[in-house]
Nanobody, 131 residues
Framework: QVQLQESGPGLLKPSQTLSLTCTVSGGSITTTYSWNWIRQPPGKGLEWMGV???????YYSPSLKSRASISRDTSKNQFSLHLNSVTPEDTAVYYC????????????????????????WGQGTQVTVSS
């Protein structure tokens, strides 16, 4: 059974770059799935941020495309999120999740994600942006 674990700093100052890593065990990130980053701000619903698929292609939420980038290290079976110029509005619990390829287009088009859209989730990591 695949397991995902997020890691990264919990506290950032405005204008800094957020870098999170998702370590995957029990399955390879080069298999035919999508590997996603999703966040949930306090008191709000889930927000899909972007994805890297099995062959390394990346897709992003239009609202974050200018600030976000996703990369991977296949030798470590990890994928990472980088978000530039963070503000307090980026405060959220950040999740990595595995999904089917068919979920990508609806997410890019703005569909709000639900837990059931993705087959495996990390436990989430709190990121707070504050001066």
């Amino acid at each position: 059974q695949v397991q995902l674990q997020e890691s990264g700093p919990g506290l950032l100052k405005p204008s800094q770059t957020l870098s999170l890593t998702c370590t995957v065990s029990g399955g390879s990130i080069t298999t035919t799935y999508s590997w996603n980053w999703i966040r949930q701000p306090p008191g709000k619903g889930l927000e899909w941020m972007g994805v890297i698929v099995f062959d390394g292609r990346t897709y992003y939420s239009p609202s974050l495309k200018s600030r976000a980038s996703i990369s991977r290290d296949t030798s470590k079976n990890q994928f990472s999120l980088h978000l530039n110029s963070v503000t307090p509005e980026d405060t959220a619990v950040y999740y990595c999740a595995r999904g089917d390829l068919k979920t990508i287009t609806p997410m890019i088009r703005g569909r709000r994600p639900e837990k059931a859209d993705f087959s495996s989730w990390g436990q989430g990591t709190q990121v707070t942006v504050s001066s």
